[in-house]
């Protein structure tokens, strides 16, 4: 069973790169990137599951969720969402594995790196739920 | 009474912008313009630091085309050493420019703008998109997918990172190229050249059925400027700058991208953040030009690779002279595409490339330093001035979106005049209206945040406005 964990944000805008502060679980590939692009679709086709970590300033708690549809009215700009990789994943590199979001709150997206003391806790919340997760 | 449209953001571009259409007492369209309404200022920022970090600094300005930020700023660093740079670090910056190339022309063609072309103008925007494609051709949107992955995979090789790559900086670069990468690289060849083969067939197929479009979506005489190489061939990297005019006769040839102040000026609007260059002896704004894709393959006489020789000598049928229709620089887009993908072909076997010696090291020997390239939009120039210490004091960039702002306006214009429907109440908006809109500035696939240089995404807003700006209408379009 292979997992590829995608970690998406900036960490030099400091709780934006709170994915890529967040452990991943023994065997599991980790791929670290500023955002989303529609590329990532063929890499995902060859893991069983797929994890994409982001911060979210919208989030109360940490939140792990299925990425199952694809959202209506998507235009795709220059940056994509996970629902959209995934639907091109399986569309046209054939992935048929799962694929959910863990999405961590954060607060301070001004310049500089590091997490603010809040953000830090909820990496640590984001690293046992990743871990937690069941093939 | 007269009315003005504004359509604001508009969306599948990079950068923040809006559109405004002032409507006369007659109801016709008078004028439309296309502001650009952000700004990040990154000259500013860099002041004070070390000419060395430029390169890493400069490159932030943009996720799509850093590897030409990186190469112009690694190009007026060399002016500022005062070294010429060994043949292995010249080829691989040459290499990862081809490979930008191919990767920003895939984003823009397949993802961006193929939408519009395979599933029409007129049809629903929810469905006009890379994911309405899915039902209509999944293998065209694959192989779309897999050339930009080809193009970032070669950043990846030579830079080390896809996205802002610091391998180059004053000096050279500082990373060998190996034959285990040249291997990498020669095997995604025969799948790009297949790819572009059909998506020119493709296009080419698909033209006749956007004539309208073709001839009134941008189609205006304009000075062209683009580097060649000493041949007067399509040149990427380092070369001189050329000048022609609609009807392809040479304004100018030969001059000097590090004297680029001395025949190019810029003018500011005050209705955008954008500033447009122009070529001082025609002064503005009858001295407007465009660059990138179209202008490159205007001012070039010749490709200088075999299949995109044919292509190009084709292309130039398109036009009297010039090719003076924007909608044309989607083919211009993949004919750089099959032809970047020849020149890395051709590099593979340059045993230059796989050379150790890739650093010139020298001190400071300049005040002040320019480096200019082929950035996919068009022509970049770096412009840096630093005190004895090296630190930075002022600096320029004159952007390839900014020398296409004069002519992204006119597309606007041109394409408002054209398309705007009326009923029985004046002017009236939809979506295939809109959408025309944004494709003609689609066109020159413009990258808002490289230059004004800003921060944001691109939804799309519509305002009707009276004459004394009382809103009238206003569409919104979500990204």
């Known amino acids: 069973m292979r997992t590829l964990v995608i970690a998406i944000g900036n960490p030099l805008r400091r709780d934006d790169g709170v994915a890529h502060h967040v452990l991943i679980p023994p065997g599991a590939d980790r791929r670290s990137v500023l955002q989303l692009t529609p590329e990532i679709a063929e890499e995902i086709a060859g893991f069983d599951s797929v994890v994409f970590l982001d911060g979210d300033v919208t989030a109360k708690e940490v939140r792990i969720e299925s990425v199952d549809s694809l959202p209506s009215a998507s235009t795709l700009t220059h940056v994509a969402r996970p629902a959209e990789i995934v639907a091109l994943a399986r569309a046209l590199f054939g992935f048929t594995g799962r694929a959910c979001t863990c999405r961590i709150p954060v607060s301070d997206l001004s310049e500089g790196e590091g997490l603010s003391p809040r953000t830090e806790t909820f990496a640590r919340q984001a690293s046992r739920a990743v871990a937690g997760l069941r093939p | ?479």
């Open chain 2, 1 to 479: 009474m007269s009315r003005r449209i504004v359509i604001q953001p508009v969306t599948r571009i990079e950068g923040h912008a809006k559109i405004s259409i002032q409507l006369d007492d007659a109801g016709q369209v008078q004028s439309a313009r296309f502001h650009v309404t952000e700004f990040r200022g990154f000259e500013k920022l860099c002041e004070g630091r070390p000419f060395q970090e430029m390169p890493g600094l400069m490159s932030r300005v943009c996720g799509i085309c850093p590897v030409s930020h990186v190469l112009a700023s690694s190009k007026a660093g060399d002016m500022l050493l005062g070294v010429e740079i060994p043949a292995a670090a010249e080829k691989q910056r040459r290499l990862v420019n081809y490979a930008q190339v191919l990767q920003s022309h895939a984003l823009s063609f397949f993802h961006l703008s193929s939408p519009d072309l395979l599933l029409g103008m007129d049809s629903p925007p929810e469905k006009r998109n890379i994911f309405g494609l899915l039902d209509r051709d999944p293998d065209f949107l694959r192989r779309g997918i897999r050339l930009r992955q080809f193009g970032q995979r070669v950043i990846e090789l030579v830079g080390g990172k896809k996205i802002h790559p610091g391998w180059s900086g004053p000096g050279g670069v500082h990373r060998q190229f190996t034959t285990a990468q040249r291997d990498e690289v020669l095997q995604w060849i025969p799948e790009a050249v297949g790819s572009l083969s059909m998506a020119l067939d493709r296009l080419k197929g698909l033209l006749d059925s956007f004539h309208t479009e073709v001839e009134h979506m941008g189609n205006f005489p304009s000075l062209f400027l683009a580097t060649v190489n000493l041949d007067g061939g399509l040149e990427y990297y380092d070369g001189l700058i050329r000048i022609v005019d609609a009807a392809g006769n040479t304004i100018a040839d030969s001059l000097d991208p590090k004297r680029y102040h001395t025949y190019l000026a810029e003018a500011s609007e005050s209705d955008s953040f954008v500033k447009t260059p122009f070529y001082q002896p025609f002064g503005y704004p009858q001295g407007h030009y465009r660059v990138g894709p179209l202008a490159r393959l205007n001012v070039a006489k010749f490709a200088g690779t075999a299949r995109a020789d044919r292509e190009l000598r084709e292309f130039k049928q398109r036009g009297e002279g010039g090719v003076c229709q924007s909608f044309h620089y989607h083919l211009a887009r993949l004919i750089e595409m099959l032809h970047c993908t020849e020149r890395i072909e051709e590099l593979m076997a340059d045993a230059d490339l796989f050379s150790e010696h890739i650093q010139a090291k020298a001190s400071l020997n300049r005040r002040e330093g320019i480096g200019s390239c082929e950035a996919p939009r068009g022509t970049l120039f770096h412009h840096y001035w630093v005190d004895a210490n090296g630190l930075m004091t002022r600096a320029n960039l004159l952007i390839a979106t900014g020398q296409n702002n004069h002519a992204m306006n006119q597309s606007v214009d041109q394409t408002a005049k054209h398309f705007l429907k009326f009923g029985s109440d004046g002017a009236a908006l939809d979506q295939g209206f809109l959408n025309r809109l944004e494709a003609a500035i689609r066109c020159y696939d413009p990258c808002l945040s490289c230059s004004t240089h800003a921060l944001g995404q691109m939804p799309l807003e519509v305002e009707l406005l009276a004459p004394g700006g009382a809103v009238l209408q206003r569409m919104t379009r979500e990204p």
